[in-house]
């Protein structure tokens, strides 16, 4: 077995060993503490007070003698959570007797916490220990304490965990900016958008007045069909995802085309919908990527009328009221057996302003996503790169 990882920091040399868990954590179960608070675990983001959660009403605050004393950085496991791993004390305090709290001496919590949560440990290691059927399962804490872990000196583990706990405070500062952004963009788009029987936005870009016209969405977007015959050697299909993601490309090989005579060409900047998911949100608008793709006759498309601005369209039939309408419009039976009455659909009403206005709004909503999309990459590559590293410098 390899006895030194891949990537290692300068001036660590000497074989790693393999230890018993239960030789480097001890578990303990000192009691009575009652200055300290009491805790609850939140997977993946250590502790917090009781008092503080939504679990705050399920414990009897009144007897607490049987709670666990815990310190800040010990780990923590209970019997159920063997999908999630160990988990780690944010503070000092006292938790539940359900949980079993484990302490080590001469360890960093940080080298060891992202191990703990890792699929070799959970999946290839603790899963060994497991028993019990379905709901049932249950961890053998006395068989997890015969695991062996990755051991090596203090100092490596303390240089492995800063660095290791400084990436994961980058992945958090661009998962905040993330979440700031995606806020940001659904509060303007409800005021960017005339609401309830508004005609004019809460807010508006500087030189445009006047009220936005009510047109039924039949007035502003035009049929539009592009009929082919079924390729037989392979083509790109495109689908729509529910509650308004957007689009996605699949490739259907050759031998398992649609049993169909036709298909339908997509166009770029057309409005096309899902008549079978429509109730679920499952209609778009596509872009320069999706022109060629096919599409079956369930995806009408729907070409611009004059004076309407494709983006504006991509994020006017975001609004909840028209995925409402989509739903009321979709009769059908019971579970997700709905078919879309394209007439009813395009009778829904929506607020129009003239298309120079619709260009501004629909190029800073734009923006917005785009920043949101750069984030969102970041944030993937970061974890991957975060990922490879945990690989490489463990053994």
Same mark, same amino acid.
């Given at each position: ?13 000497? #074989? ?5 868990? @239960? ?21 993946? @983001? ?45 503070? #000092? ?49 006395? @068989? ?16 492995? @965990? ?5 990436? #994961? ?227």
């Amino acid at each position: 077995m390899e006895k030194k990882p891949a990537i290692r920091f300068e001036g660590y040399t000497e #074989d790693w060993e393999q230890r018993k868990l @239960g030789e480097v954590f001890k578990e303990y179960s000192e009691k009575n503490h009652p200055e300290l608070p009491a805790l609850t675990i939140i997977q993946g @983001g250590g502790t917090v007070k009781r008092e503080e959660s939504d679990r705050n009403l399920m414990y009897d605050k009144s007897n607490l003698s049987g709670y666990r004393m815990v310190r800040e950085n010990d780990f923590i496991v209970h019997l159920r959570s063997f999908e999630g791993g160990l988990e780690k004390a944010s503070s #000092d305090g006292i938790i539940s007797p359900a949980y079993h709290t484990f302490h080590g001496e001469n360890v960093d919590s940080r080298f060891y916490y992202p191990y703990f949560r890792s699929h070799e440990f959970i999946k290839r290691k603790l899963i060994a220990h497991v028993y019990g059927i379905r709901d049932g399962r249950s961890i053998d804490i006395d @068989g997890m304490k015969t695991i062996e872990i990755p051991y090596t000196t203090y100092e490596e583990q303390y240089k492995i @965990g800063e660095y290791l706990e400084n990436f #994961d405070h980058l992945i958090t500062l661009h998962q905040s900016n993330y979440e700031k952004l995606v806020a940001t963009k659904n509060s303007m788009l409800d005021k960017l958008f005339p609401q309830g029987d508004a005609k004019v936005p809460a807010i508006r870009f500087e030189g445009f007045a006047g009220d936005w016209e009510k047109k039924p969405l039949g007035a502003i977007v035009i049929p539009y069909s592009d009929p082919v015959e079924v390729p037989h050697n392979g083509y790109e299909r495109l689908g729509i995802r529910s509650h308004g993601k957007g689009v996605f490309h699949e490739y259907v090989e050759a031998g398992k085309e649609i049993t169909t005579a036709q298909l339908h060409r997509v166009a770029a900047h057309n409005f096309i919908v899902n008549i079978t998911f429509a109730w679920e949100h499952a209609v778009a608008v596509t872009c320069d990527s999706d022109a060629g793709k096919l599409v079956s006759h369930r995806f009408p498309q729907f070409s611009m009328a004059d004076g309407i601005h494709d983006q504006f369209l991509k994020y006017l039939i975001l609004d909840a009221r028209f995925c409402h309408h989509l739903l009321l419009s979709s009769p059908g039976g019971a579970g997700r057996n709905r078919v879309l009455k394209i007439p009813e659909m395009l009778e829904y009403e929506m607020m129009i302003p003239d298309i120079e206005e619709q260009k501004q709004i629909a190029d800073y909503l734009n923006s917005l996503d785009e920043l949101i999309e750069l984030y969102r990459i970041r944030i993937e590559k970061l974890k991957n790169i975060k990922a490879a590293c945990l690989q490489g410098m463990f053994v």
